[in-house]
């Protein structure tokens, strides 16, 4: 009975958290280790279940860069890359669909295995993700595109009535072309579409560390730009930290990189006060 | 970390029980200690308010019997009683209300703490407990009555919009006339008009125990029926069982009675598999 | 026949007036002899109740000084008052609870009885008025506050349900503590959170004389104020005067104090073109 | 003020009977003197439009039989009948659309002057009543017809959102063709299909009145049939009897012949316990 | 088969256009030839109820001069005018109300047996059209007005819920006074009020012709202006071009002046890319 | 100008059509070659878009057979049937996920630039389509099911707000785990559990033909079964039939099987008297 007893206890202490955020909206990203680790995906989706069932909208936006890089191998064409943008032809952009849509399946029938009601989607589900081809450096590389515009009413639509929205990262053009975009930028921009309270970039990271590899709890605007000057903030975490402040300044109230890796990181870092990995504010 | 993790645990061992009965309505009654003693009834709000938070509706029933004896004894009526019933003349009725008064707004100060909306109400509120005067065995007894008719309309329309009901137990007559009625025998009929889920009747015993006091888990009608004629329930038991019963009968999932004073025993009922107290199912 | 026609044509006569008011919504503030003489609070209901069957909105304020007087006498404590505020310790409190719920009892019944639907509500319930405590020349008077802030949601809901909310004048601190507030100013900031269109404050007087002891029909701001600098308003009169000076310039349309002991007094002040009383404008 | 306070008083012996047809709709027909004397239509109107503002529907039906003849005679066109029934050429529907629509249009301005929001209706708009024609023993009388179905949905939907609709007798076939009908049976249909609480058809006479002229205050199906059969009820009388029976056989709950030159006759019959005219129960 | 196909593809052609206008609403106004060459207005009904049918709003509004002469002729009344304006006697008023309605039901009942759900509207129903009498030069000419506030909330409910409204042009002053006024000037405002997408004129000339005689496509408020003044744009012209500066100046976007007489011109308008007759932009 | 005249008689001849079928919803299902052929796939879109835009919901189900078999060999895996039936071990319905959903993504993007608001779908989304695994003679052949529920819900809320859900077939057992289905078998079931007003299926042949290989028009159960006895309908066929047959059982008004390789079948089935293919009834 004591034992009983200390778990409601625990119930209870999540009380003022759930108090909250009820009603508010949270677009979590998630992508790499977490997306290819069915141990990971299997908390992720119970996590998100659980967020779902005491109150709070969740949007959950995907990547799927390994994925994507396996089934080209598997079919003989060679990932190429220019700037840290996959080139993409009309045959890869095949593949590069077909990769995300089976992940996307994938992460639906967990969520909903857990309890919850999710619906995958896409960028041309209702041309809700409206993109314009990019060329960087004037260099055409096919079928690849940024975020024109969110068509957010489908996706509150079902967020409203209880479903679970989960996103894979394709746009398509005024000209009805689909492409290809990168999930960070699109998971940013659909949390300020959406007028979302948190953005949540799940990585493999523990957030960002500063010059002595210590690890920093909370960033401002101000803050991060320092940081991007002396490259303190480098690699691969350069886009994640930009959809992060990107999501704040559209008001977004808050956006975290957290490691999601470690066991429930969504729920650690939304129902413990200090919350895990790093914060970014306005 | 470890212990944040363990916590994120009990939060999802949770996940099963809120999908079960998120959207369904709880009609809880409390009486006795667990109403005078304070730390109780701190937990006791604490509990409703996180199953209101969780999606489940709850509306609370209570009575107020040694708190109406206190008021009686301190304007120096003898409080007096004919076959369980207190005698309630037109004064005693006055108190009586200013007693229950009192301890509902209490319960939803309470309640409304720990972040719940709870609103208190009695059975004159938009007259929603009808009543009849009873008079047992011929007797006039004064004030007192039974229900007759719950108008859920009011009930029912504040569940929907989130806030928490906390009644307490008078009811009108069809001539406009307030009456003192029985907050267990209200609370049954209150479940049955709500087509409530659940009725929980906590009190300060662990419920129902055999010939051998051992606890009985579960009761069905008949088996009710036989320790009644067997004098195995007995005394001030026979109108909560009776109450869980009714409920049943009249169409409410299970009933349950259960000890109130065991530390958020709401909470261990509703999200443990095999419950506290003794269920009673039709 | 005659006499029908007769009574016809006095139906008729309300028209313009029921025409100009449907939907609008009345705060009628109640205390005094008005409330505890039978029969002026028997008129009182089925005016409320009349008003609300054609179509008018209506939320009942009601004071309770008397009773509260009367009921701590009885308890064998003598009120103390400093600069006419009740100094309120713990137990006062509990009386002026009792007092007010039983009060608030007895008009939502009687409303009831007319054919209205009332709700009896306190500032606890759902927390709708939040008061802070008051120390009138830093003298620490206990249990007393001044409105904050009214929460006019779960008001306005139960009014455009067609409900008539009867309020008892206390508020809840941001602590959860339960105060004591001024019934005049508490249906004042209720009106102007409602945005009410008329606020009447029924007292035991024909509203405001002149030096000559002239009824004044009607004033504005700069009367007001005049009136009160040269002492025309004086004692018990002020918070009345002001409560009304204070709704209109708080949005609310008119507001009246009238002389709730004359027969159906709202009623001839709604129906009839010149109104009994003093009229506020801003 | 005393004059006033009888004045209040008159408006409370109302009371009781708005609750009670609070929410439920009355259809009244008006025709003959009624509609051509102006102090008459001006009473009715103002009678409609308080119905209206304390909350019961209202649906007005009109004939116009005197205006159609005056048209037609001034057209040079002799009116013909044969069987009670008006032969109609193409010619004369013409005429008979004009002088009821012109009549309608009188009706509709006089009950929106008294502040009513009246919408005049044909049984061509939306095709609300559907018609067959009849040819009576075998006889072509050309457009005239019976009301085969009211769609009632346009009406109810006006009246829910608080319009007074006010429809003149002519249906449409199933070809699209105008049709002639006879108003008493068209209110008597509208009542049915509208699920009425009342109709009433205001006359130039005080109700039925048996052998020996003494006036009949209520009579059933029965009582009905027998004075039919022996002659009691005769003539011009018969239709409007037989659409009072029909709408109580239909499920409205009573219908009533009342004379409408009686001052304000209609405020009469619901708002005094006696009522005028004669009333007719299933 | 080919043929069917060749049909299939017209259909199709319409797409981008029922895109673009589904869910906007259009003010048609008919008068002249188009309202008494049956085979016209034929075509005119089977238009409007297409329209509908795909999801566009319609309001029709519809003169009707020469059906009024004809009934003063008939009656032996001279037809007056007074600056183009009839002059209108209180018996003058009634023959126009007449002849009015009655074409009003004829278009009302052509609309139905199309299809469309069409209901006839007068600008007394529910007060619609508030209009105040003119005098021009200072001459009393009767019952004679201009528009002063379309109420559009009746109309638009009618709209929204799939009706088809068909107005006649007469308003109604705040004394209650039913006047004649301009139905060019009459759908102009409506169109104003009702924030309609396009207005439409249908007359029985190409639209707007130049110095030259040919025909010109589109004008905005300047060219307008100079051909007014240069006399190009003249007599009968201008109030209809009138009309469609003002509709487009209050917040139409297109205001056109098309050919009636023109078979499907309503569609052929809307459904082809040049579209027929002379538009108007503000 | 003739020639546009005679567009609008077209759109016009299809006013009837789009009066019987507005606010109903069909199912559409489309395989093999229509799938395959870009120009028919184009043409379906159009005519999909068509019809949603006059106000027809539409839900389209496609297969995708030869694209899944593409896909298979390009991985080096052979296509394995028992009985019809893919074998699909775990990494076949990898792959069948990947093509089906690939080819989703095509369709929904062609009806969004044709102007329909399309939204893919699979048996996974919100678990709607709940399916058993299937064993043809006992054998084990994976991951294959047939349709056990379909949860309409989802679905319907698409439609109702006028979206195009595009379901491709795959389903979710009670364990979670995704099964392969039969186009053929889902879009039946889904069109009976939306209580559809028809089902069409799109083959590339022309319907059923009879013994003497003569076009067959209409078919009823009896005709049906008597010709699946006879062998007339055989092969490919049998399973389309029984489609149809089923959805007509379970409540489908009609099913058709129409040649989808014709330009714009949709339409012409729809739109024209005859309609082309075969039709269904119960």
Redesign the interface.
């Known amino acids: ?1 004591k034992e ?2 200390e ?10 958290y ?2 909250t955020f ?1 009603g508010k909206l949270f677009v979590i990203k998630i992508g790499g280790k977490v997306l290819t680790s069915g141990e990971n995906l299997h908390q992720f989706a ?2 998100v ?2 967020l779902r ?3 709070i909208g969740v949007v959950v936006v995907h990547g799927g860069g390994p994925e994507i890089n396996k089934l080209l191998e ?2 003989g064409k060679k990932p190429k890359f220019f700037q840290g943008l996959r080139v993409t032809d009309n045959e890869t952009l ?1 593949y590069v ?3 995300l ?2 992940l ?2 994938e992460i ?3 969520i ?4 919850g ?6 960028g ?4 809700c993700i409206i993109a314009r081809k990019i060329a960087p450096k004037g260099k055409d590389i096919g079928l690849v595109g940024e975020v024109e515009r969110v068509d957010a009413e ?1 996706i509150q ?1 079902l967020v409203r ?1 209880g ?1 679970i929205p989960v996103i894979m990262p ?1 746009g ?1 053009t005024h000209n ?1 072309e ?1 492409v290809n975009i990168n999930a960070d930028e699109a998971a940013s921009k659909i949390a300020v579409s959406l007028k979302a309270e948190k953005l949540m970039m799940l990585t493999d990271v523990d957030g960002v560390l500063d010059k002595r590899s210590r690890h920093v709890h909370s960033m401002n605007r101000r803050k991060v730009r320092r940081y991007l000057k002396e490259g303190i903030i480098a690699e691969g975490m350069i886009p994640k930290v930009q959809a992060c402040l990107g999501a704040v300044e559209g008001g977004v109230t808050k956006s975290h990189i957290i490691n999601g890796t ?3 990181a969504v ?2 870092e939304i ?2 006060r200090e919350g ?1 990995g790093t914060e970014f504010i306005a």
Do not use: C
Request: hydrophobic share 55%.
């Open positions: 009975m009983l007893i778990k409601a206890r625990v119930l209870l202490e999540a009380l003022p759930i108090r009820a119970q996590d279940a659980l069932l005491v109150g598997r079919m095949k669909e077909m990769a849509a089976r996307n399946m639906v029938r967990l909903n295995q857990y309890g009601r999710a619906i995958g989607l896409s041309n589900d209702s041309a489908v639509r009535e479903f394709t398509v009805g689909a470690v066991e429930h729920l650690l129902f413990t895990i």
